[in-house]
């Protein structure tokens, strides 16, 4: 073997191969190491939607009793159309170029005096299942040639039993669950299990860009059922012991379930009233979802906004543990950039204060347009 195979040898088992480590051992890496870098650890339990393996980022603090898991967007796969710009894989080399780019933004920003977060132990969980990490099914049917592996709720899952595993349930005083756009959707889907396996912490979740809306105007029920069976979403078995409004479908009993399942946990919508992306998805729901298959425009912006405020004054309005940040116009997500915690304000509430309001138990609602 010459010179140049061997360095290419070399190179494709370091980026593309599943394991140089156990999962215990990476973490025991990361905190004797202790540099604040980020990670990868492979997590054999997890599958993306191509069959392959994936794994988390990591980045430890010995010092914190804090935790973060972030739950990664990039859109969903339930057609041709949408699964064409969704990710089927992530493994090494996806993750070196997050680690150096979005990983030290935002959220991520250790750099950052105004970012709550800086100092916390941090596990990326990245999205490759098209699922917005709620699915539970191995042989999705989508129209393609391969049947897809739809299993986000069981990486969350599997992920979930590395960290306590590892860590036990008491290492961490405070937990935050977030993620923005599919990974704002994941955390209205993983955080009855993240609030299950970390029982001894002080559990927040913030959704961001993932706005579940009731208004079949703007979400009809036909795109809640497509997405339900396509990704065979989870349902708690306790599910309906909880739900006491008629919402049409499980999808959109979400909010309550959560508020009335788990009272001590403290969980916040933040995202833009006329946000361009997610309108693009509910587009598919226009005309009875006849659009489905084709290329429908966005969703109008306007619908999309009273959608908003329909949910905060028909639901989140009757839960003290349910808070809103709404902001005017029609970007998308606000966790991994850094303007978010230095210098947004909505009618002079910052957006830094409403995370550290929610984190204290004082979910508020913000922004009136």
């Not at 919508?269 to 290329?295: H, M, N, P, Q, W």
Request: charged share 25%; proline share 3%; with cysteine.
């Amino acid at each position: 073997m010459n010179f140049k195979t061997f360095f290419f040898a070399l190179f494709f088992l370091s980026f593309f191969s599943c394991s140089d480590l156990t999962v215990e051992e990476s973490f025991a890496k990361a905190e004797e190491e202790d540099n604040r870098k980020w990670y990868y650890i492979h997590v054999p339990d997890m599958n993306c939607r191509d069959g392959s393996c994936t794994g988390i980022g990591f980045r430890a603090n010995t010092r914190s009793d804090k935790l973060l898991i972030y739950l990664e967007g990039g859109g969903a796969c339930f057609n041709n159309p949408t699964c064409i710009a969704n990710p089927s894989n992530f493994k090494k080399i996806q993750f070196a170029a997050w680690k150096n780019s979005i990983g030290q933004l935002g959220i991520f920003n250790e750099s950052n005096d105004n970012n709550p977060f800086k100092d916390w132990n941090m596990v990326y969980i990245p999205y490759c299942t098209g699922d917005i990490h709620g699915g539970t099914n191995d042989k999705a049917d989508i129209g393609i040639r391969k049947k897809q592996k739809m299993l986000g709720y069981a990486n969350v899952t599997a992920v979930l039993e590395e960290l306590v595993g590892y860590f036990g349930e008491e290492r961490f005083e405070e937990v935050f669950l977030t993620g923005t756009s599919a990974g704002g959707y994941g955390t209205l889907m993983n955080a009855g299990q993240v609030a299950d396996y970390f029982v001894q912490s002080k559990l927040t979740v913030l959704n961001d860009s993932g706005p579940v809306l009731l208004n079949q105007d703007a979400q009809p029920d036909c795109l809640d059922e497509h997405w339900e069976t396509t990704f065979d979403l989870k349902v708690p078995d306790d599910y309906n012991d909880f739900i006491t409004g008629d919402y049409g479908t499980n999808l959109k009993a979400i909010y309550e379930y959560l508020a009335r399942k788990y009272p001590d946990v403290d969980f916040g919508l933040a995202v833009y009233t006329k946000d361009l992306v997610i309108r693009e998805f509910y587009g598919y729901g226009d005309d009875d979802c006849e659009k489905l298959s084709g290329f429908p425009g966005p969703l109008d912006g306007d619908v999309f906004k009273d959608a908003l405020f329909h949910v905060r004054e028909n639901v989140l309005f009757d839960f003290d543990n349910w808070g809103s940040y709404y902001i005017n116009g029609s970007s998308h997500t606000l966790n991994v950039f850094n303007k978010s915690f230095n210098n947004l304000e909505v009618d002079g509430h910052s957006f830094k204060d409403w995370v550290n309001d929610l984190r204290e138990g004082n979910a508020r609602h913000v922004g009136n347009y």
